[in-house]
């Protein structure tokens, strides 16, 4: 593994889900004996020179993932959604910093490298899966801020509507990027419910 863009040094893991349909939180979930949240830290921990954990409040016992714990971002006082955790992020880092949602168990290391690659100063980045974008495994850059705030004044919160607010490359799943997944069918299979859990217990053995 090696650096790719040295203007991409931050990433911050999302843990504010409660995994109501899972029954439980979601970065406790073990596989294999590793919970996903020290799963994601170990994988990203020799890409990333500061590592984040966002989450709703700081934990009670003030420590987060295990053997690698991380920077915490608490959520903005007053958040609403996703898009204003990611604003409260870019505040923060005040850098570009790729997002990965906890709940992407599967995301492979080389298709985040390219996403750093794609990245350009002023540009966010944000892989396009079908008609849908993948805001939960992005790059963003700070100038997302204002597009963010610009969505917001028009009565959306919706972070599938960033690209209509600011600058955003879109590369296309699997069109674009299916050469960097490292053979993963699905790299943005995204644990929520029980049988999710009993899918990736079987992808995993």
Request: proline share 8%; aromatic share 4%; glycine share 10%.
């Amino acid at each position: 593994m090696s650096r790719t863009d040295p203007g991409v040094e931050d990433c911050v893991i999302l843990i504010g889900g409660e995994g109501r349909r899972l029954g439980r939180r979601k970065e406790s979930v073990e596989i294999g004996g590793e919970t996903l949240l020290d799963r994601h830290l170990e994988r990203w921990k020799a890409l990333f020179p500061r590592l984040w954990v966002s989450r709703r409040e700081i934990s009670e016992d003030g420590g987060e993932g295990g053997s690698h714990p991380p920077h915490v971002i608490v959520d903005p006082p007053g958040s609403e959604g996703v898009i204003d955790v990611i604003a409260g992020i870019l505040e923060q880092t005040g850098a570009p910093t790729m997002v990965i949602a906890v709940d992407l168990p599967l995301l492979p290391v080389s298709l985040v490298e390219r996403l750093i690659q794609l990245h350009r100063r002023g540009t966010s980045v944000i892989p396009r899966n079908n008609l849908r974008l993948e805001p939960l495994a992005a790059v963003y850059d700070p100038s997302a801020i204002d597009g963010i705030a610009t969505l917001i004044d028009n009565g959306c919160r919706s972070l599938q509507q960033l690209p209509s607010a600011c600058s955003c490359s879109l590369p296309r799943w699997p069109q674009d990027l299916e050469k960097w997944a490292g053979g993963v069918a699905d790299p943005f299979f995204n644990l929520n419910t029980p049988e999710d859990l009993k899918q990736l217990d079987e992808l995993e053995r």
